[in-house]
């Protein structure tokens, strides 16, 4: 699993309700997890579930199904993690 760090910062008035969360980095280096700490406590942690499936799933090595796939199996992932789960990957998270 690629190492990853999380924040939580404001987004954009202007995505709300559209992203909740993002992922990036480079495959092999460091992820980035945001999250937009102006949702509420439990749609940050909905949020948090759904960016560390992707990580878990691998999902940013390279991949050439569709982004509605690849969003659906992180869906499905972030659905029957647990909090136990989740919080084990915080622990994780860098710095």
Do not use: C, W
């Not at 999250?35 to 909905?46: C, F, R, V």
Request: no cysteine.
């Amino acid at each position: 699993m690629q190492n990853f760090r999380i924040k939580y910062k404001p987004f954009p008035a202007d995505v709300h309700g559209i992203i909740g969360g993002v992922t990036g980095g480079k495959p092999g280096g460091m992820l980035t997890v945001l999250i937009d700490s102006t949702l509420s406590e439990a749609e940050q942690k909905k949020t948090l579930k759904h960016e560390l499936a992707h990580i878990i799933l691998n999902h940013f090595e390279l991949d050439d199904r569709d982004i509605e796939e690849i969003e659906a199996e992180a869906d499905a992932k972030a659905a029957i993690m647990t909090d136990a789960e989740m919080e084990a990957l915080v622990k994780m998270a860098s710095a």
